[in-house]
């Protein structure tokens, strides 16, 4: 079935460490994807995006990297700070289906001061 | 101004009643969705509304029936609420559909305590 899974479900790290954070997902036909990051009792909120035709694109201190051929996507945050802690989402679209996003199961981030 | 905006927060009530979830969103698009967010943080799609007319249907059961007056609203409707029903339910809006990308944005959420 449609899944967009996370290699890992908590991710701890020191404050001003770089944090990366891994997506598989599993439909080949999925043209976009996005990051969001939900804090505690909030919604999912837009971090960065990317087309399936590019590799690479760079944010505020994210930087997300698409790999299509082993179907990975990754989003790397720079100097991570205790505000970036949060759950953060991986989310495929296939346009085909109506702009459906399928989210990922989530990681979530601690940062340590 | 709150972009996408949805009542009530906290929604208490018990088993075999009928709820509604109110939303709306003033960002001009006409796209909403709604979603379901268990207890594992699990995000899954329930309905999708583009300019008052369903296009996404997930294998949602039929007690659910979303409802939208006009693009800018999507209110959901649920009826004989079960225990399985609590979750956190967000709504979104995006401009999928006008050659733009779809970012969704979403609402604070719903969340839904059936006793």
């Known amino acids: 079935g449609e899944s967009v899974g996370l290699h890992l479900p908590t991710l701890s790290v020191q404050e001003g460490d770089n944090s990366i954070i891994n997506c598989a997902y599993s439909n080949s036909a999925s043209d976009y994807f996005i990051w969001y990051k939900q804090e505690s009792g909030k919604g999912p909120q837009f971090i960065i995006d990317?087309?399936?035709?590019?590799d690479k694109r760079q944010g505020q201190r994210v930087t997300v990297l698409l790999n299509k051929t082993v179907k990975h996507l990754s989003l790397q945050i720079a100097a991570t700070q205790p505000g970036d802690s949060a759950v953060y989402f991986c989310?495929?679209?296939?346009?085909?289906?109506?702009?459906?996003?399928?989210f990922g199961q989530g990681t979530e981030l601690s940062v340590k001061p | 101004d709150t972009a996408v905006s949805q009542t009530p927060k906290y929604l208490v009530t018990q088993m075999g009643n009928d709820k509604s979830i109110k939303c709306e969103q003033n960002l001009g698009h006409d796209t909403m969705y709604w979603y379901k967010q268990d207890s594992k943080k699990f995000l899954k799609i329930m309905f999708s509304y583009n300019n008052k007319e369903l296009i996404i249907n997930e294998t949602v059961p039929n007690r659910f029936s979303p409802k939208s007056p006009d693009k800018a609203h999507l209110n959901l409707h649920i009826n004989s609420l079960e225990l399985g029903d609590s979750a956190v339910y967000f709504c979104?809006?995006?401009?999928f559909g006008h050659g733009g990308k779809n970012i969704q944005y979403f609402g604070a959420g719903t969340r839904l305590s059936v006793l």
């Open positions: 989310a495929e679209e296939d346009y085909n289906q109506g702009g459906k996003l399928i």
């Open positions: 990317i087309r399936s035709n590019m």
């Open positions: 979104a809006s995006s401009s």
